[in-house]
Structures are given as C-alpha cells and as structure tokens.
C-alpha cells in the first residue's frame, strides 16, 4: 500500500513568517494530495489539495506544489499568523487515503 | 450543513470487554472510511467502503477488529477483546468519490480501554 512520509514533526516560526511542510509518496499511481489541519481536539478539516495533473495551487496564503517525477509535494503558508497553529496531516490517495504522521506548526506572536 | 455522525463520543471500557462504535456517512456519499489515530500521530486507515463492500482492509486486525457496511449507508466498527494499546480515537470519514475527493470527518470516539 501506499506510504506517505512527512517531515518536518514539529515547526516553529514567528508569526509573519513562512512555514513549509514536505512529503513524499511511494505510489507513483497515486493521484489526489489534499492537507488537513487538525486543531486541538477537533477533526481534521481539509485546507487544500492538488490533483496529478496539477504542479501548483494556491488559496490566498496558502499554496501546495507536488513534483510527481520526485513524488513528493509540499504546502507552504506564508505570512504566518497565530491561528495557524495546529497539526497539519499530507495524504496521498490512489484508492484508499494513506496520511502522513502530522507536523505541529506553532506560530508565535 | 451535514455532518459525519458517530457514536459514542466516548468510551471506557476494560480489556477483554467488547466495544462497538457507530458512523452514518453524509447523505449520497458511497465511501466510508473507518481511521484510528493515535494521539500525537497521524491517521491510520483501518478499512474503507465503497457502499457495501470493502475496499481495503488490509490494517485492520481482523483477530479482534471487524467492520460492516450492510446497507451501504451506516457502518459499525467493532472490538472484540478490545486491549490497552487499542486506546486511541478513531475517526469515521465520507467521501462522495471514490478515487479522489475531500474526506468529511466525524468528531470521532475516543477509546479508553484500562
């Protein structure tokens, strides 16, 4: 089955700043990659997502990028506020959904 | 605006005793996953459904776990004799698409097995 890796687990930054998280794949079949952030004791909630055909998206301050040849993609947040902090999940999906472990982003005031 | 349902929110239970958790899907979505997600990790696929049928279950352990989608719409998930390092939260999830699509995720059951 598929497995997704992602680094790094946990991430601090000043608020303003850009935070940037990594994954990679196994599946090269694999063709949906969406990012949920989980906040604490909630459910996880999808903020974006790239499909195979697609190398980059964007949604105001956030964008993901997927290399399909290296399979791996990446979210990027820029100008970081508080109420970013929280747990982000990457996923990769051919059939089923795998996730990755998370990353705890902490953005200071 | 719909919503995962599940239940219960929360379970204690002691080993060897046997817990059920409940999910109903949003309306018209025919796939449904049943996740375990182990505090301070990320999810984990347990097993997924495409209206009745298993899709993949290959992480589930079937010596103790079993699920069940008779209908196609509502899904039980079931431990039986559930264990300490069972005691995690486990998450239900809809899609309406099978290969590619947002999962909608219940507010989970937390499982506390002592």
């Known amino acids: 089955g598929e497995n997704v890796e992602q680094h790094p687990s946990t991430l601090s930054v000043q608020e303003g700043d850009s935070a940037v998280i990594k994954c990679t794949y196994s599946?090269?079949?694999?063709?949906?990659f969406p990012w949920y952030k989980q906040e604490l004791g909630k459910r996880p909630q999808l903020i974006i997502d790239?499909?195979?055909?697609?190398g980059e998206k964007k949604d105001q301050r956030i964008a993901v990028t997927l290399n399909k040849t290296a399979k791996h993609f990446s979210l990027h947040i820029t100008e970081t506020q508080p109420e970013d902090s929280a747990v982000y999940f990457c996923?990769?999906?051919?059939?089923?959904?795998?996730f990755g472990a998370g990353t705890r982003l902490t953005v200071k005031p | 605006e719909a919503e995962v349902a599940q239940s219960p929110r929360y379970k204690i239970t002691e080993k060897s005793q046997a817990v059920a958790f409940w999910c109903d899907p949003i309306?018209?979505?025919?796939?449904l996953y049943w996740y375990r997600q182990i505090l301070g990790q990320g999810p984990e696929l347990l097993v997924q459904?495409?209206?009745?049928?298993?899709?993949?279950d290959s992480q589930l352990p079937k010596d103790r776990f079993s699920a069940e989608r008779l209908k196609g719409v509502d899904s039980t998930l079931k431990i039986q004799p559930a264990e300490l390092g069972d005691s995690a939260m486990y998450l239900c999830?809809?899609?309406?698409?099978?290969?590619?699509?947002?999962?909608?995720f219940g507010e989970g059951s937390r499982l506390t097995v002592l």
């Open positions: 599946d090269s079949a694999s063709n949906y």
């Open positions: 309306s018209g979505h025919a796939t």
């Open positions: 999830a809809s899609s309406l698409l099978e290969d590619t699509g947002e999962l909608f």
């Open positions: 459904f495409q209206d009745e049928s298993v899709v993949d």
């Open positions: 790239i499909r195979s055909n697609v």
């Open positions: 996923a990769a999906q051919k059939r089923d959904m795998r």
